[in-house]
């Protein structure tokens, strides 16, 4: 990962991130997002505009498109050299960055700017194509959410735990010094449980690693290697490898941004923050994790 130094030094205005953006995303020749014709002509008096007379929806009117049309730095009026500062902070906090953090560095009025663009590229971060985990996958689930003793005497969910009370659950499966996969679930149920692990595991996987939960007491009948820890009982390593110290650290991490970064975080924005933390992990080794991002946000 570059340093801020580098950051600067590689792009220090916008017409350089504009060339790196066209070299990411049209590698070969720019081609119309359409229709994927390579034979488009340049605007002359609009620079990074081009046009494209297949697609034109009448004669002599060709389709006109952008650098960043389709992507998520399109209908913005911020320049992309602050988008990819943006990034760059996003990407390089471990724990995340705030959205008020954001609109203090960039200068922007409006904290809805700074918080739409950090949903955009969170969004830009998810990654609908994996492959299954294999070798020693540990997997678990967690609860986000306040605590009620925490919460107006309204909000309070009457004693209830886990789903029952106002927490989203969300359930992660991670290989050993591997990539991680998460996803919010509706109900910790054998059902939810073991069709999150038949998407995301290999059934040619060494070794499944949970807890004691019931949801996950029907791997073994459908053939996969599976032993469990007893966290009820303070059991957390079982005969050297059979632990779920790895998706648990994961889970601290999460909240911990969530807790002192986010302070709060919505069930209908808790996706995108999986997608964040989740990319930062599974590219944690990658040195060009920034170009990774670009090359993302237009798919």
Request: proline share 4%.
């Amino acid at each position: 990962m570059m340093t801020l130094k580098e950051l600067m030094a590689t792009f220090p205005g916008d017409e350089a991130c504009k060339q790196f953006l066209l070299e990411r995303r049209w590698p070969d020749g720019v081609k119309c997002p359409r229709c994927g014709n390579s034979k488009v002509y340049k605007i002359p008096s609009r620079p990074w505009h081009w046009c494209c007379t297949i697609c034109c929806k009448k004669p002599r009117q060709p389709y006109r498109f952008s650098l960043t049309v389709g992507t998520v730095f399109d209908n913005t009026k911020y320049p992309l050299k602050i988008w990819f500062e943006v990034l760059w902070q996003m990407l390089n906090s471990k724990k995340g960055v705030s959205a008020l953090q954001i609109q203090r560095q960039i200068g922007c009025g409006a904290y809805k700017t700074a918080w739409y663009m950090c949903h955009r590229l969170r969004a830009a971060m998810s990654e609908p194509e994996f492959k299954q985990l294999m070798g020693i996958v540990e997997v678990g689930e967690t609860y986000v959410g306040g605590k009620d003793r925490n919460k107006h005497w309204d909000k309070k969910s009457g004693g209830r735990g886990g789903l029952g009370s106002s927490k989203v659950g969300v359930i992660g499966a991670i290989a050993r010094k591997g990539n991680v996969i998460c996803q919010v679930i509706d109900s910790t149920d054998i059902r939810t449980l073991n069709k999150f692990v038949r998407k995301t595991v290999s059934d040619k996987v060494e070794l499944i690693a949970t807890d004691e939960h019931v949801g996950y007491s029907y791997l073994d009948v459908q053939g996969y290697k599976h032993e469990t820890v007893n966290h009820g009982a303070n059991q957390y390593v079982l005969r050297g490898n059979i632990h779920t110290q790895n998706i648990d650290s994961f889970w601290a991490l999460l909240k911990r941004g969530v807790i002192g970064t986010y302070h709060k975080v919505s069930r209908k924005y808790l996706p995108l923050y999986l997608n964040e933390f989740a990319y930062r992990h599974n590219h944690r080794h990658d040195p060009d994790i920034f170009g990774g991002v670009i090359s993302t946000c237009w798919q």
